[in-house]
């Protein structure tokens, strides 16, 4: 699961219901397996308008390249909006990974 997490000091122009869709294409990955959350932060060091940090399931296909291919469309969605940004994508081993729903 892609869990993308947006930090931002101001109120994005965009909402991550809207900006669910592109995401989901630029990953690759169904609908109901990537979570955007906006996070509204007080106070965040750096120039960039928004910082996300991006936790994703290793897989085969998520090469170096496919993952630097990856944040830049990230960073062109972004910039569509105006916004500079500040990407950051850590791979995680599946096997170490649990979650539950409530149904």
């Known amino acids: ?31 109901d397996v990537l979570k955007v959350l906006v996070l509204p932060s007080l106070d965040m060091s750096g120039d960039e308008d928004l910082y996300i940090d991006v936790r994703a399931k290793a897989k085969p296909e998520r090469t170096q390249d496919a993952i630097d291919n990856v944040m830049k469309e990230m960073q062109s969605l972004f910039a569509e909006h105006g916004y500079n940004t500040n990407i950051r994508v850590e791979l995680y081993s599946p096997d170490l990974q649990s979650s539950l729903k409530s149904t």
């Open 1 to 31: 699961m892609p869990l993308l997490k947006i930090f931002t000091s101001n109120a994005l122009k965009v909402s991550a219901s809207s900006l669910h869709q592109r995401l989901q294409k630029i990953w690759n990955v169904p609908g």
